[in-house]
């Protein structure tokens, strides 16, 4: 029984167990090497984020909020300003 026998659980031969439980340090190369690998990636990725410009980033779209209704019942953009309303109502008399 070796330290790698549980690799026969998960489908290993006899032959890779017997190599392994004889070279363990083939499995913390592999280790070093996965780890290695997944560290790059991260790497690469956040370059490739850190250096995109500002048009290139995808903007979250955030939930609109509800409408308030007004004394008048719309929406803000709807609303004539006060102003505006007595020049039209004052061209409209003549």
Do not use: C
Request: zero cysteines.
């Amino acid at each position: 029984m070796g330290q790698f026998d549980w690799f026969s659980k998960i489908g290993a031969t006899p032959e890779a167990v017997a190599v392994l439980n004889d070279q363990p340090i083939l499995f913390t190369i592999l280790l070093v090497v996965l780890v290695a690998l997944i560290l790059q990636i991260v790497l690469i990725w956040y370059i490739h984020k850190a250096t995109m410009k500002p048009e290139q980033m995808v903007k979250k779209v955030k939930a609109a909020k509800p409408v308030k209704e007004r004394k008048n019942g719309k929406p803000p953009a709807m609303r004539v300003p006060r102003h505006f309303a007595v020049l039209v109502d004052a061209h409209a008399g003549s």
